[in-house]
C-alpha cells in the first residue's frame, strides 16, 4: 500500500481536500487527515457522498476555493 504522508508537508501550494464522508476507500478521517498535513490546506467532506463526487454544490465549493 502507498503512503505518502510524510511528504504532506512538503506541499506549497492552495490545497483543497475534497471527500464524502461514505468513502469506502477513502475514510472520512484519512481525508481529515490528509488536509491536516497540509499547510494550510482546506477540506470539504460531503456528507452522505462515497468516492464520486460532482453537482452544484461542488461546483461551487471548487470555484470558490479558486477564486480566494
Known amino acids: 500500500m502507498h503512503?505518502?504522508?510524510n511528504r504532506l508537508a512538503e506541499i506549497k501550494v492552495p490545497t483543497l481536500v475534497i471527500g464524502g464522508d461514505s468513502d469506502y476507500y477513502?475514510?472520512?478521517e484519512l481525508y481529515r487527515e490528509t488536509?491536516?498535513?497540509i499547510p494550510n490546506a482546506?477540506?470539504?467532506l460531503y456528507r452522505g457522498k462515497g468516492h464520486v463526487i460532482f453537482g452544484e454544490e461542488f461546483d461551487q465549493d471548487?470555484?470558490?476555493f479558486?477564486?480566494?
Open 62 to 64: 471548487v470555484l470558490a
Open 35 to 37: 488536509a491536516a498535513g
Open 42 to 44: 482546506g477540506l470539504i
Open 26 to 28: 477513502f475514510p472520512a
Open 66 to 68: 479558486l477564486k480566494s
Open 3 to 5: 503512503d505518502s504522508r
